[in-house]
């Protein structure tokens, strides 16, 4: 089966710079959840989006930006990288009516 | 604020029941209550949630106490690889618009051979 697919697994960047990661959710979800889990912390909800619409919004930094695409892809940008944004960056997809958040694998994103 | 209290960790021998408690004393009637686990570096994975009646699936079953306040999360014969972290969630409906999940501290579950 078709799980959510989170691109790319391994990210370094300096400080300063800019990064963008993808979520690919299942087929038919049409909801999509970033999280952000830095080490040893547990998952900190960043945005969502329902429909391509921003559906809610958590403790996601200015520098940061998201949005979901027709084909219900997103894509969470974050600019001005600092040290502290290094962490484990999930995606989850859901529909209405089913089982559970389904999560990605997850971006490591290292800031040097 | 996660508003879910559980315990830090837990240890259980391979083939024993473990029963994982966690308190939601403050859950709205409209909250439901999800399961999830991580193992180290994965993504959380789903386990199980319920609204009122307890709930069986094929990897763990859920048992809601009548006010609602407490759940606990039944693992009938533990693995190896149920050794992970363990998150009670109070949430909105699945699939929602609202339905975050707010993660808070998770009870660590070790699992001895």
């Known amino acids: 089966a078709a799980g959510v697919i989170q691109s790319p697994r391994h990210l370094i960047k300096e400080k300063r710079e800019t990064a963008t990661l993808k979520c690919y959710p299942i087929p038919r979800h049409d909801t999509v959840y970033w999280y952000q889990q830095g080490p040893g912390q547990d998952p900190q909800f960043l945005i969502s989006f329902y429909e391509k619409m921003q559906s809610d919004k958590g403790s996601i930094p200015d520098r940061f930006s998201a949005q979901q695409f027709s084909d219900y892809h997103s894509e969470l940008n974050m600019s001005s990288l600092e040290l502290g944004d290094s962490a484990l960056y999930f995606c989850?997809?859901?529909?209405?009516?089913?089982?559970?958040?389904?999560f990605g694998s997850g971006t490591r994103l290292t800031v040097v | 604020d996660a508003k879910t209290t559980q315990p830090n960790s837990m240890e259980s021998n391979e083939e024993e029941p473990v029963h994982l408690p966690c308190n939601h004393s403050?859950?709205?009637?409209?909250?439901?209550i999800h399961w999830y686990r991580q193992l180290p570096s994965q993504g959380p994975e789903y386990v199980i949630h319920?609204?009122?009646s307890n709930v069986n699936n094929r990897m763990a079953s859920l048992a809601i106490a009548e006010d609602r306040k407490s759940s606990t999360l039944i693992l009938h014969r533990a693995t190896l690889r149920d050794a992970a972290v363990y998150y009670c969630i109070r949430g909105g409906e699945i699939g929602t618009s609202y339905g975050k999940l707010t993660f808070g501290q998770g009870t660590i579950l070790t699992v001895h051979p």
């Open positions: 989850a997809s859901s529909t209405p009516g089913i089982r559970g958040y389904t």
């Open positions: 319920g609204l009122t």
């Open positions: 403050t859950i709205s009637g409209t909250d439901y």
